[in-house]
């Protein structure tokens, strides 16, 4: 195939073989990711992670005079390590901010200047302890804290967050008092435990007048999207500060079988909520001295006005000056709209972006969010939205947007860049499969008549994740090239209301894999892909599902010579068992509802586990590994590579030092897309120009070519 490309003219080109101005160090220097807005009169605050820093987050501030600025020395990163997947990182308090520093996870003060918000002379200080050594001479550990998701206190003296700590081989967590004195660094105990005895905390939330305490909990082996309670508990003042009496707390709302979300407080008495008890995670009102079981619905619809709650400090809506609620909502894409909460209506404002991040933060009119579109990269935003009577004549839906920062300030020309085509597929068993279409797209180039393009199934992680059109530079390094891209909303996704998150529930590796297959064949049926070269990519779950569906019965059956030519695995589960074991504690036991509880059905983790399924018919896989990895060991990619090189399959693994669960640095983001560019090359018989080759082992005489 090759040898034909070269007798054609520069103008018509091969796929995967067309030139391209999106290189992957282009992909890994934009890659900066922005999260966690925060907004209080003229100051935004946000993160955001830098690849070109080695992946630090930075924390940055737009002042009074429209100027960003760093707030920390290059020597901090503020990234918690909570549930591994970390959350909102910091809290402004008077006079500075507070922040969890990744190096030592302890909690620093950050004082600085009113004028330009920038950080003052003077390095940040501790307000926790450092890391101690605890047990006997021959079995010495650590005791370590971790913190997360912050709220000020009532008398403005203390920061009120969830700690996580690993002491004694044990994980245990609490909703803690951190005085802001930094009388903590030095003595542990000032630290005071306010609510404690579940296996998971989040949103810790004082009333108004200080005398209650809201929050989220839920046990193993729940998640928190399958279910969680809303508690509150009654404070008393100890002396020493606000305390609650243990045992004392009320269920206001939840269970095993509802997920409740992001408690803000209307009045002393009643509460804003997030629950899913309709199928779809709508906004409720709750009376916290009502019965359990009667919140007032404020907008019921079939959307989402919610997301799962993998990092701690989300909240998709906010409570504007004037009683009125900003909120995110829809199904695929996301909308900002205006709640009027005593009435219901709902008034979406009209604005440019079609996707919005849960991420919300309101002062007076005024909102912070993260926000993009299939053309307009995730930016950080603040909508002005204008008063319920407003007499400036503008239309009910009309706000003002300022820009504050992009993930990226320069883009190629958009002919370069794939445009997103929804569709709808027919699943098994009726079900149906969301999924989004990305076409090869490069304006300098045609492929050869009769041609047609590779594609790439796209799995999301998670695997609660949904994709959403967005632009998306990475996409785009490949479509630019001729390769087509499919990514997929498969049964358990975010985005589509409960039944459809729970289409996974003890189907994990059947339902996902099928409906990646179904979004592959369905391309290749209507004439738009090339069938004999169609590839699979995912991360973490993702990585899961792509390897289940080269390896496992369905994947292996379901076409004669199996649907897939080339796998890419992105730190994916390889052993159920394994994983089981040795993942971290937010995850330990997530595969009880998505496969079934241990020992009771570990023939079913032998049974659909990649590992031990690899045979000679299996499509060539390329592994790539952070090595310090808390939530997918090494161990998985290891496993899988020492299948395939027993069976003599086509692989490569490429491990990366420094790196954990998502990749961050620069260097290794460039290294991935090459290597992964090149290993659908060499499988699916295109040459990608200006791209080093990938190493593949198991390969006798060079490139594999399996185009057929």
């Not at 630290?191 to 005398?211: C, K, N």
């Not at 969680?228 to 004392?248: M, Q």
């Not at 998502?662 to 018989?685: D, H, K, P, V, W």
């Amino acid at each position: 195939m090759h040898d034909i490309c070269m007798q054609m003219t520069t103008e018509t080109t091969c796929y995967g073989e067309w030139p391209s101005p999106i290189s992957g160090a282009d992909v890994a220097r934009k890659h900066v990711r922005l999260a966690f807005p925060t907004i209080s009169g003229a100051r935004t605050w946000w993160v955001e992670t830098r690849p070109a820093e080695g992946g630090r987050l930075a924390l940055v501030a737009q002042g009074p005079d429209g100027m960003p600025r760093d707030l920390l020395p290059a020597a901090f990163n503020a990234r918690t390590r909570v549930h591994e997947y970390g959350g909102q990182s910091y809290l402004p308090v008077p006079g500075g901010l507070v922040f969890a520093n990744f190096a030592d996870q302890r909690l620093y003060h950050c004082a600085y200047g009113d004028p330009g918000g920038e950080a003052s002379e003077g390095a940040p200080r501790p307000l926790t302890a450092p890391a101690v050594e605890v047990g006997a001479a021959s079995e010495v550990g650590q005791s370590a804290d971790r913190f997360a998701d912050f709220t000020l206190s009532p008398d403005s003296r203390e920061v009120w967050c969830v700690r996580e700590r690993h002491a004694g081989g044990r994980v245990t967590r609490a909703i803690v008092a951190v005085p802001l004195d930094g009388s903590a660094a030095d003595a542990p105990d000032a630290v005071r435990v306010l609510v404690s005895g579940s296996d998971f905390y989040a949103y810790p939330a004082p009333s108004p007048d200080g005398s209650a305490l809201a929050f989220i909990c839920w046990d193993h082996p729940r998640m928190p999207w399958d279910g969680t309670e809303l508690r509150v508990a009654a404070l008393r003042d100890s002396g020493a500060g606000p305390v609650t009496e243990a045992g004392a707390d009320r269920v206001i709302m939840g269970g095993d079988t509802e997920s409740v979300l992001a408690p803000v407080w209307r009045d002393n008495h009643s509460l804003y909520v997030i629950s899913d008890r309709s199928g779809w995670w709508n906004l409720y009102l709750a009376d916290v001295h009502a019965p359990a079981g009667a919140p007032r619905a404020l907008c019921p619809r079939e959307e989402e006005f919610g997301a799962p709650l993998w990092q701690l400090g989300m909240y998709p809506y906010a409570v504007l000056g004037d009683g009125r609620i900003a909120v995110t909502h829809g199904t695929g894409e996301s909308r900002l709209g205006v709640l009027d909460p005593d009435t219901g209506r709902l008034t979406d404002l009209d604005l440019p972006y079609q996707v919005f991040q849960p991420w919300l933060a309101a002062s007076g009119l005024a909102v912070a969010a993260i926000a993009g579109g299939p053309a307009l990269p995730l930016s950080v935003v603040r909508v002005d939205i204008p008063a319920a009577h407003s007499t400036s004549g503008a239309p009910a839906g009309t706000a003002a947007v300022t820009v504050l920062r992009r993930e990226t300030d320069s883009l190629p020309d958009g002919a370069y860049l794939p445009v997103a085509r929804e569709v709808q597929l027919a699943g098994p068993n009726g079900s149906v499969v969301h999924a989004l279409v990305y076409p090869p797209s490069n304006p300098a180039v045609t492929a050869p008549d009769g041609e047609l393009p590779p594609y790439i199934v796209w799995v999301h992680g998670g695997p609660t994740g949904q994709v959403t059109p967005r632009l998306d530079l990475e996409k785009a390094f490949f479509t630019s090239r001729g390769i087509g891209i499919v990514d997929v909303n498969y049964g358990g996704s975010s985005g589509y209301g409960r039944a459809y998150r729970e289409r996974l529930r003890g189907q994990w590796g059947i339902v996902d894999v099928a409906d990646v297959m179904t979004a592959a064949l369905a391309l290749a049926q209507a004439g738009e892909a090339d069938r004999k070269r169609l590839g699979i990519r995912g991360g973490s779950a993702g990585g899961w599902t792509a390897l289940a569906a080269v390896t496992s019965g369905l994947g292996q059956t379901a076409e004669p010579h199996g649907v897939f030519a080339a796998v890419a695995s992105y730190f994916g589960v390889s052993d159920l068992r394994g994983f089981a074991a040795q993942t971290h504690d937010f995850e330990s036991r997530y595969l009880d509802g998505l496969v079934g509880p241990l020992p009771e059905c570990e023939a079913l983790y032998v049974q659909r586990a990649p590992i031990g399924h690899v045979t000679d018919a299996t499509c060539p896989i390329l592994l790539l590994q952070g090595l310090d990895d808390p939530i997918v060991s090494p161990v998985q990619a290891e496993s899988i590579a020492a299948d395939l090189a027993a069976h003599g399959i086509p692989y490569a693994y490429l491990s990366f030092a420094g790196e954990s669960h998502g990749f961050r640095r620069a260097e290794t983001i460039m290294a991935s897309l090459e290597a992964e560019l090149s290993f659908y090359g060499q499988i699916m018989g295109f040459t990608p120009p200006g791209v080093p080759p990938v190493t593949l082992e198991g390969v006798v005489g060079g490139t594999n070519d399996r185009s057929g």
